[in-house]
């Protein structure tokens, strides 16, 4: 069992940046393959970045790749999305997810056990 805790959130102009945080606790979270979900108003919540266990492998949904990192600092048990360069249709909440199965295809919701409860992104045009 893994509990997980996203943070960083907040209100941001276009064109800004922001760093969110999954903090998991209960598990080594090194051991997971970790994603990060965003679900805006109205929409299915959708796949936006994932990790692998070490950190070797990411996966970037096309309308992010360039803009955001996902990255894993394993001391701190901790993963990370940096986004850069916001759009105002990145507004949403973001969750955090972990598998210890890495999921087939990662953008998969089904294939994630653990989510966390989510923090809102705000991108004011």
């Known amino acids: 069992q893994v509990q997980l805790v996203e943070s960083g959130g907040g209100l941001v102009q276009a064109g800004g940046s922001l760093r969110l945080s999954c903090a998991a606790s209960?598990?080594?979270?090194?051991?997971?393959?970790t994603g990060w979900f965003r679900q805006a108003p109205g929409k299915e919540r959708e796949f936006v970045a994932g990790?692998?266990?070490?950190?070797?492998?990411?996966y970037y949904v096309d309308s992010v790749k360039g803009r955001f990192t996902i990255y894993r600092d394993i001391a701190q048990n901790t993963v990370y999305l940096q986004m850069g360069n916001l759009k105002s249709e990145d507004t949403a909440v973001y969750y955090c997810?972990?598998?210890?199965?890495?999921?087939?295809?990662?953008?998969?919701?089904?294939?994630?056990?653990?989510w966390g409860q989510g923090t809102q992104v705000t991108v004011s045009s």
């Open positions: 990790i692998s266990w070490g950190g070797g492998s990411t």
């Open positions: 997810a972990a598998t210890t199965i890495s999921p087939i295809p990662p953008a998969a919701k089904e294939g994630y056990d653990y």
């Open positions: 209960g598990r080594t979270f090194s051991r997971y393959f």
